[in-house]
């Protein structure tokens, strides 16, 4: 096992069974929504005033949970936010997004109706991509730790 491994397994909350226990599924899916919010955002903005503050609104949520329920496990979260893995799924993203935004404006050109649900659709697309590999990301550093547990 790895130093990495090693420091994460050091901080992380432990079940009866000696096994690390991982984060809440629900605590990914509210990490895809910030992500995705800012386009969600731009998408609605036009026909709901109050759609604006979803990104400040979705922030609190995340520093309320941060500082309250994820309290034990927040050196845990650190740990899985700096691993490489991580940073890996934050430069696919951040790839993904660029080559979305690209082909969308793209397909748009060709396809007036669409660029109606530019937003919409990036929003949506990077909401599923960042909850699926910050989810598995976790699985795979849990298996890899848990796996002599």
Do not use: C
């Not at 130093?3 to 432990?14: D, H, N, S």
């Not at 845990?76 to 700096?82: D, G």
């Not at 397909?107 to 697309?125: E, I, K």
């Amino acid at each position: 096992m790895n130093r990495y491994l090693m420091r994460e397994a050091e901080v992380a909350p432990r079940t009866g069974s000696g096994k690390i226990e991982g984060l809440p599924g629900w605590y990914f899916v509210l990490v895809g929504l910030l992500v995705a919010s800012n386009d969600l955002s731009l998408q609605f903005s036009d026909r709901y005033s109050w759609v604006v503050y979803l990104p400040l609104a979705l922030v609190a949520v995340h520093l309320t949970l941060w500082f309250t329920l994820l309290n034990r496990r927040r050196k845990y979260l650190r740990a899985v936010w700096r691993s490489k893995q991580a940073l890996a799924l934050v430069a696919v993203l951040f790839a993904l997004r660029l080559g979305l935004q690209f082909g969308l404006a793209k397909l748009t050109d060709d396809a007036a109706p669409l660029h109606s649900y530019t937003h919409l659709v990036l929003g949506l697309a990077m909401l599923v991509v960042t909850t699926a590999g910050a989810w598995f990301d976790q699985w795979l550093i849990l298996r890899v730790v848990n796996r002599d547990a």
